[in-house]
């Protein structure tokens, strides 16, 4: 390992547990914090007023709204599968705390006399920690749909692990071009290269993709269709209660906080000053720092409350699209694109300028085709692109209800009619299934 | 070192026992989980960091995922047929573990020998992951990309038995309404079910003006099943012999 | 003494945590016992019958898992890459290059393919 591990993993067991603890009570305190502010600000957007009662402003509403989760009722669905139902939501709250082990707050300070970096511990494969974890976090989901035993909650568990899964690869895919520039996996190391210059800038692409990414990995608005209420009623949750749907939620805003975070770690410059006061160099000493990335986690999290407030949610098939066939390929083709500049610049020693019209040209060839790609299908295909998009199909809808030819050996095998055939001697549609009533499967 | 060896290598043991003998598919999956994790933390004990958290993020990730979606599409908590279907399966799968059992002592044996960790190999290239970059993109690169190729032919084998051929054209939310309101029925809600308090309420058509029912308006679902109930005397007799006769088995948990 | 030893700690502290909250839970809060609480929720009505073992899901799910596997596995050889990038120069980018083409035409195809569709 390089010295700049040199730090991590020599702090004596005290100090260990004073960041520990810092952690914990950060995440907790941020958690509801974010609840108090969500409900706030939400409400100013709505013309409201919100939670103004319990303590100044209604501060510790998220507090009383706990306790009150822990006098409520506990209510296990008799056809849950109990083990497991009881693990989902520990795995849910323990992995959420955990991926914020290896997330910088500030630089090297004195500690009671002990000079300790302020951040938990580092690796060189920190941000591939956050994401291991993150895959671990969908666990506590998935099994929370599937023990439950009621299907509104296996449909949210399935959904929300499918978005999740799709949305990680594009997360993953915005972090490679950072990788790239800071040369490191290691968090604090992607700090110090952010000295300069901020990765949001340098890399905005990368950014913008990771931004939106984090929304739909965290299930939240407009990305929030694992808990669509019209769908599916809670999602995945729906048959927790009490203390173990506070879990879940807990587990989901100290998700938010992580992500935002990470953005704040890998494009933000951590816990750096921002531009006009990082000419003071005092900025960037002691304590100070942990203001400066709470800030910036502060303005993340707005973010996300805000997309809340105005945007209304995704259909399943637009937000699946979205990210497999604009993110990914988008995603991959900037990498190709950062990848191939760089080596220009380094290994073939080209000019800025050369470079540029390099790797313009193709680029601004391929936005054209885009473009103009449909244009270009109709022409090619007369008639086409039409048929995707329906209007001649109302026809085509009525149509299969005509009988057409049916060749029961088509292909040289017996094969069952297909929609829009009729079997031969066939006089009413097959008998519809029905499912046996609860009673009678009781009885 | 060895205190955390002997831990982990229990804790994988009883999850790679506890696969085997569960009962639910899914608990199998869970204690395989166990297993993996506990065999990314052996990893990264020995300074292989990459593999232990690409273990964690491919294998408990990717793999258990596409394990609990198989399971969950076949079902086979309950209906799994023990019954081979290939005739001399048994005796070749035995031969065949026997085998593997052989090889992997042999190899593992072998191992132990210069087993000396990893912390040479990687101070060589700079860190651990530099130094993977530089064999796999550099002596290993053939076998990389040949193995790549080999992983993304045999997953995307694995999709072409799950496509679907398309019998109808594709149906967009368009083509859905315009065709709601060409068929000729009521192309708005349906009149909600009448609820009177009782029982579940949403099983109990509405009511016209003229005292008629609305069978439209009790949801598809219950009429399938056939647990529509009637607005009559009897009914309301029905419901009334629930409350007294029903309460007493009903709320009787109640401390 | 080892960098993940915190790491340890926070999840001890994070999994005592959250077991301590769902055992406090069973003792905390009232028990009123019905038989309709305890079924599966759905908004009133009865709950749908459960077919024998869990019943089936669209193969969708199946598709989007493996193509994760596809893209995951190309995440995981992109990064170490992408850290060393500076010192594989020239060759590991066309290296990487070859790989993406191995990844990009299989992505296509499902594309074309329709495995991407949702509806």
Redesign the interface.
Known sequence: MTDSFAPFGVDPWWIVAIKVLFVFVLLVVLTLLAIWGERRIVARMQQRIGPNRVGPFGLLQGLVDGVKLALKEEIVPAIADRTVYWLAPVIAATAAFMAFAVIPFGPTVSMFGYQTPLQLTDFPVSVLYILAIASVGIYGIVLAGWSSGSTYALLGGLRSTAQMISYEIAMGLSFVAVFLYAGSMSTSEIVTAQERVWYAVLLLPSFLIYVTSMVGETNRAPFDLPEAEGELVGGFHTEYSSLKFALFFLAEYINMVTVSALATTLFLGGWRAPWPLSLWEGANEGYLPILWFLIKVAGFMFLFIWLRGTLPRLRYDQFMNFGWKVLIPVALLWIIIVSLARVLRTDVALSVTTSILVLGIPVALLILLALFWDALRARIRPGGPSAATGRDDVEGGSAHHAAAEFDPFAGGHPVPPLPGQVMPGATSPPPVLVATTTQERDA | MTFLFWILATLSVIGGLGMLLSR?A??SA?WL?LTM?CL?VLY??Q?A??LG??Q???Y???????F????????????DSLRESIRGQRPVAVLVAVALGATLIAAVGNALDFSVGLQAA?AE??????G???L???RY?IA??AT??L???A??G??IL???E??????????RS??RF?SGVHPGQRPSPGVYARH????VPALLPDGSAVPDSI?G??R????VREIDATATEEVLDRLVGGAAS?????? | MNAAWPIVALGGLAFAFAAFSVVIAAFTGPKRFNRAKVAAYECGIEPTPQPIGGGRFPVKYYLVAMMFIIFDIELVFLYPWAVAFDQLGLFGFIAMMLFLINLIVPYLYEWRRGGLEWD
């Open positions: 639910k899914v608990h869970l989980a994790m990314a990264v004990a300074s960091v990459f958290t690409v964690v993020i491919v408990t990730g990717a793999v258990m995922m596409l609990l979606f198989v399971l969950m599409l076949i079902g086979v908590s309950a209906a990687n290239y700079g860190g651990n992951v530099q993977l970059a530089a796999m993109f550099g690169l990389f990309e790549a190729a992983l993304i032919t997953a995307l694995a999709t799950a496509h679907r398309r019998l109808f054209p594709r149906q967009d939310q368009r083509t315009v065709e060409r579940n309420a949403v099983d949801p679902p219950l399938a099943r056939g647990t009903d709320t009787g948990g109640e401390r």
